[in-house]
């Protein structure tokens, strides 16, 4: 438990450039230059420890501080269920360009005893539109190593931010532990917040028409 409640050590520093996005339908076209990513907020139970942007400009990463939940031993209430809420400003370094959020990837750290479970929930939409579906992914106990999920957002269900609004985007995760038939004197935990724990976002490109 002592790893997986370790704090990731990053910064936060991230450029900011206004949006301007939205198209109707999936494309291979290649992303434009220049994107970057500004955080905008970040809500109570969570801290954004670092926002990175891949060379390629078709994903960037999230990585947190103090993101776990945790039942058992002394465990509050308040302990079991953690939602973090992060609102980023995603732009491109040249006007006329839209994108999707096309997948998800979660890599944390649990530390589960036999009898608990975890699980993690996560949504992602643009401020003042409908969210997406719900990701949904349960960890049952006993489990005492690293976890990974991946999402992919089908076709048809890939929203496009809108042109000539720039919209920003919400990104909504939640962790929460159940103690279960699990030993009330151990403590069970699930996190994303040691350094190799992290969210990654993939991004689908296309010019607006």
């Known amino acids: 438990m002592t790893h997986i409640l370790r704090k990731a050590i990053a910064i936060l520093g991230v450029v900011a450039v206004p949006s301007t996005m939205a198209a109707p339908a999936a494309s291979a076209d290649p992303p434009p230059p220049g994107v970057s990513i500004t955080v905008v907020s970040v809500g109570e139970g969570c801290e954004v420890g670092e926002v990175t942007v891949h060379p390629s400009s078709t994903k960037f990463t999230v990585r947190y501080w103090g993101f776990h939940a945790l039942a058992g031993r002394d465990a509050s209430p308040d302990d079991n269920r953690k939602k973090c809420q992060v609102v980023l400003k995603v732009a491109a370094g040249v006007p006329g360009f ?31 539109t409908p969210p997406s579906q719900t990701w949904v992914h349960k960890l049952p106990g006993p489990h005492a190593a690293p976890f990974k ?61």
Request: aromatic share 8%; hydrophobic share 35%.
């Open 98 to 128: 839209t994108y999707a959020i096309s997948g998800l990837h979660f890599v944390g750290s649990a530390e589960l005893m036999a009898g608990a479970d975890g699980e993690l929930k996560a949504q992602h939409n643009f401020v003042g």
């Open 149 to 209: 999920f991946d999402d992919q957002v089908p076709v048809e269900q890939l929203a496009f931010n809108s042109c000539g609004e720039g919209r920003d985007l919400n990104l909504d995760t939640e962790l929460s532990v159940s103690e279960g038939t699990s030993d009330p004197s151990k403590t069970s935990i699930m996190g994303l917040d040691t350094p190799d724990d992290s969210v990654t976002y993939d991004l689908l490109w296309k010019p607006c028409t």
